[in-house]
């Protein structure tokens, strides 16, 4: 073998040997919660020290890495102006670094290493949902205490059971059609597999409580229904469309109501509940439930504030926190910057899109733009700024279409 050979299959075992470790960090809070940012960056440096040796991927890579650099400082400035401005900066690089992974996949590494990644990154999900169904057995609102309330001692016994706070569950939420793909497309026991990985997942999102992602598992599988057999499509629409009427009549909000009495999370019984009252013309700040409706007061406080100021939002220079509820990505980014201030940001959000996928979002195989359909929907509904989310839109989601071109050519 070559020297220069040698020195390939080197740098090609540093590149999957970083994205192995940092697809551990923020797939497991046992693991991240033994080390510092200072470790998590390690990953990048391996990264960049790959990319030293080729001029094109680095200037490529960095573009990208800058652009959501801007993003972050975008939402510190209008969002979060109160955070420590270095931690702000170092955890927005982490939490792009997924969109580098992603192209560093697609142009460095192979077809096969891409699923067995892929295949590897379920897995550790998996072992996670599983140690979060035991974790929620013994404490049922750990992964929703975890989103924020859940600090010092509680936050420690969380983080070493390893249990799935929000950002997991969304995440795996969002990769449920990257478990359907590998079900399709992998055989025998790595299709039974997928199968448990499947299960899990929908289990582990049932025992969290999270109404959103509840209701977007749903979305998505009607989705992927379509995709599978589009003759269905049309039912589907009819479905939509006779929902809308009776949103008018009142029926849906009886169905919602309905519905609240028949699950058995308190969360999510509280959440439909919640809809229902809203549907039936009750104000955000009337409504009681046995659970708190601050998420409704404060998305209706958020909207207040953008109808308010529109054109420039409420913080381009002073800022409230008043105006942001901190539930909505997309909500937060109209009260805080306004029209100008949304446009700015989706603006740079493409082009770091276009950058990573080269490619129309129409031109991606259903189940990556099922992904990004139901990431659309978290933010509108939730904060969807998470690195671990962001893995899998970018990098889970170019892997498998990419994996059904070169499956496609092959045919």
């Known amino acids: 073998m070559s020297i220069s050979a040698k020195r390939s299959n080197r740098n090609d075992f540093i590149l999957l040997g970083a994205i192995i470790m940092y697809i551990l960090v923020i797939c497991c809070p ?14 990048v440096g391996l990264m960049l020290i790959y990319l030293m040796g080729n001029r094109e991927m680095t200037k490529k890579t960095v573009s990208v ?6 993003l972050v400082l975008f939402r510190y400035w209008f969002i979060n102006r109160r955070d420590d401005f270095l931690l702000t900066v170092v955890n927005g690089i982490i939490t792009w670094v997924p969109c580098l992974i992603a192209i560093l996949c697609v142009y460095q590494v192979n077809d096969k290493s891409q699923k067995l990644l892929l295949q590897f990154s379920l897995i550790v999900l998996a072992v996670t949902s599983y140690t979060t169904i035991l974790g929620l057995e013994i404490f049922p609102k750990a992964s929703r205490e975890l989103a924020g309330v859940a600090v010092g001692e509680d936050r420690s016994n969380y983080m070493l059971l390893n249990i799935g706070g929000f950002d997991f569950i969304y995440a795996i939420t969002l990769a449920i059609p990257v478990v359907f793909w590998m079900i399709r497309y992998t055989k025998r026991w790595m299709k039974i597999l997928n199968v448990i990985i499947f299960l899990l997942f929908l289990y582990c999102i049932y025992m969290s409580s999270y109404a959103t992602a509840f209701l977007i598992v749903l979305v998505v599988i009607v989705l992927l229904l379509i995709d599978y057999n589009p003759r269905w499509k049309p039912y589907i629409i009819y479905i939509v469309l006779f929902a809308a009427i009776l949103m008018g009549t009142g029926a849906l909000s009886a169905f919602f109501r309905w519905l609240s009495s028949s699950v058995e999370s308190e969360y999510v019984a509280d959440r439909l509940l919640q809809v229902s009252l809203l549907l039936e013309g009750n104000s955000a700040e009337s409504i009681s439930t046995d659970t708190s409706n601050e998420r409704v007061v404060l998305l209706h406080n958020a909207w207040v504030g953008f109808l308010n100021s529109p054109l420039w939002g409420n913080n381009i220079i002073s800022w409230n926190k008043s105006v942001l509820s901190g539930h909505s990505l997309l909500l937060d980014i109209m009260s805080a910057s306004g029209i100008l201030g949304v446009f700015f940001f989706v603006s740079i959000f493409y082009q770091i899109y276009k950058k990573v996928f080269e490619g129309r979002f ?3 195989v259903a189940n990556a733009r099922i992904i990004w359909i139901s990431f659309i929907i978290l933010s509108i509904f939730n904060p969807s700024s998470f690195a671990i989310i962001y893995l899998v839109i970018f990098l889970f989601a170019i892997i498998i279409d990419n ?3 070169v499956s496609y050519n092959k045919t």
């Open 30 to 43: 046992f693991i991240d919660y033994y080390i510092g940012w200072q470790l998590t960056m390690l990953p």
């Open 403 to 405: 994996q059904s071109r």
């Open 65 to 70: 890495v800058i652009l959501g650099l801007i």
């Open 362 to 364: 129409n031109s991606l």
